[in-house]
Nanobody
Framework: VQLQASGGGLVQAGGSLRLSCAAS????????MGWFRRAPGKEREFVTT????????YYADSVKGRFTISRDNAKNTVYLQMNSLKPEDTAVYYC????????????????????WGQGTLVTVSS
């Protein structure tokens, strides 16, 4: 599967952005999807993940209550709604797809994902 992330940009602190990740190919609904980010000078970190059905989600503590992941399997797309953005949210955001099962402790680990998008830059100004 090929992933194409979009929706990044420059926003002021407190603002909102919605990222999209469109997947090509079949069987999108069979993939667990995740979002990760890499801030300048930092390691890549987990942001959020969603199960194949969309019924289960999990968030990093740093974004809980501000970010929402969702998916539309009919459109082969996963979304990341980001509200109350902070300067520390500035990063390149990557979507990823995992062909294995969903599970806490597994789907928060980048190495457990099989496919990655190219990333989209989010810059939050103070």
């Amino acid at each position: 599967v090929q992933l194409q992330a979009s929706g990044g940009g420059l926003v002021q602190a407190g603002g909102s952005l919605r990222l999209s990740c469109a997947a090509s190919g079949r069987a999108f609904s069979s993939y667990v999807m995740g979002w990760f980010r890499r801030a300048p000078g930092k390691e890549r970190e987990f942001v959020t993940t969603i199960s194949t059905s969309g019924r289960s989600t999990y968030y990093a503590d740093s974004v809980k209550g501000r970010f929402t992941i969702s998916r539309d399997n009919a459109k082969n797309t996963v979304y990341l709604q980001m509200n109350s953005l902070k300067p520390e949210d500035t990063a390149v955001y990557y979507c990823a797809a995992r062909s294995g099962p969903y599970g806490l402790g597994v789907t928060a680990v980048a190495d457990n994902y099989d496919y990655w998008g190219q990333g989209t830059l989010v810059t939050v100004s103070s």
